[in-house]
């Protein structure tokens, strides 16, 4: 069993270090990378889950970033300790991340990922979204928190400055 926390100050290091132990150290050579970079996350939607031995299993982090002026949340880095994938940690810390997000009233989300994985949470490919090269446009998805946020909401995505 595990157990959902926001993330604090001193569940820093654990949580890079499980970035680290899943997606390797190289993962700040991604472009996803460059949009965080010098930036803090949103507080309030960073989740980390414990197991019952009070070790750190899950993260989930959230990045204000904006296309065209308007505002979005960066979805990423989800991860998931190897020894507790398939037991829906990483399904448990999207979906009460969204509720927060949208209690919260932001209104859209964007991330690069597997399509096939998260289209059982919302989200879909996304068109006209334009990413820091080599990201390939088919791992862009999105997910309206409000309806019709999307509409319209073309271009490069930013830092939210």
Same mark, same amino acid.
């Given at each position: 069993?595990?157990?959902?926390?926001?993330?604090?100050?001193?569940?820093?290091?654990?949580?890079?270090?499980?970035?680290?132990?899943?997606?390797?150290?190289?993962?700040?050579?991604?472009?996803?990378?460059?949009?965080?970079?010098?930036?803090?996350?949103?507080?309030?939607?960073c989740?980390?889950?414990?197991?019952?031995?009070?070790?750190?299993?899950?993260?989930i982090?959230?990045?204000?970033? +904006?296309i065209?002026? $308007? *505002?979005? #949340?960066?979805? !990423?880095?989800?991860?998931v300790?190897?020894?507790?994938?398939?037991?829906?940690?990483?399904?448990a810390l999207?979906?009460?991340?969204?509720?927060?997000?949208? +209690?919260?009233?932001? $209104? *859209?989300? #964007?991330?690069? !990922?597997?399509?096939?994985?998260?289209?059982?949470?919302?989200f879909?490919?996304?068109?006209?979204?334009?990413?820091?090269?080599?990201?390939?446009?088919?791992?862009?998805?999105?997910?309206?928190?409000?309806?019709?946020?999307?509409?319209?909401?073309?271009?490069?995505?930013?830092?939210?400055?």
């Open positions: 069993m595990f157990e959902l926390y926001n993330e604090k100050k001193e569940d820093y290091w654990d949580v890079e270090a499980l970035f680290d132990l899943c997606f390797t150290p190289s993962r700040f050579a991604l472009s996803s990378y460059r949009l965080r970079e010098g930036y803090s996350p949103i507080k309030d939607l989740l980390i889950a414990k197991s019952d031995e009070d070790l750190l299993v899950g993260a982090r959230y990045w204000p970033a +904006e065209d002026k $308007k *505002r979005i #949340l960066f979805l !990423g880095p989800i991860a300790h190897p020894t507790y994938q398939g037991e829906g940690l990483g399904a999207i979906k009460n991340s969204i509720k927060r997000a949208r +209690e919260l009233n932001w $209104k *859209r989300v #964007l991330m690069v !990922g597997d399509q096939i994985y998260y289209r059982r949470f919302g879909r490919k996304m068109d006209g979204i334009i990413f820091p090269p080599p990201t390939n446009p088919d791992r862009i998805l999105g997910m309206e928190l409000e309806d019709f946020s999307w509409q319209g909401v073309l271009g490069e995505v930013c830092p939210f400055r």
